[in-house]
Nanobody
Framework: QVELVESGGASVQAGGSLRLSCKVS???????LGWFRQTPSEKEREGVA????????AYANSVRGRFTISKDDTENTLYLQMDSLKPEDTGMYYC??????????????WGQGTQVTVTV
């Protein structure tokens, strides 16, 4: 069983930056890892970014060029660097892990979430 613990959420002004972290128990190097978010306007969690075991990354169109996903396999930690934040980035951000990519919501392991609020 994979356990995930997010941190780093905060309230920030538009245009600012935040870095989210997710501590992964169970070996980050062998898992497909990703970040999802639940915004007030969406019923389902939206995939934000994903990183494969070989380091290959993928991003949602809405965040490409502003967000960067990375991981440190030695520290078993996943990161999401968020720059040029917009009010529409506001939401609960979740770390997710699956045994292969793409991450399927129904079978993934989830963290408890960390709140990001972007103010104008």
């Amino acid at each position: 069983q994979v356990e995930l613990v997010e941190s780093g959420g905060a309230s920030v002004q538009a245009g600012g930056s935040l870095r989210l972290s997710c501590k992964v128990s169970g070996g980050a190097s062998r898992l497909c890892l990703g970040w999802f978010r639940q915004t007030p306007s969406e019923k389902e969690r939206e995939g934000v970014a994903q990183i494969k075991t070989d380091g290959t990354t993928a991003y949602a169109n809405s965040v490409r060029g502003r967000f960067t996903i990375s991981k440190d396999d030695t520290e078993n930690t996943l990161y999401l660097q968020m720059d040029s934040l917009k009010p529409e980035d506001t939401g609960m951000y979740y770390c997710a892990a699956d045994h292969s990519c793409p991450i399927y919501r129904s079978r993934a392991s989830w963290g408890q979430g960390t709140q990001v609020t972007v103010t104008v």
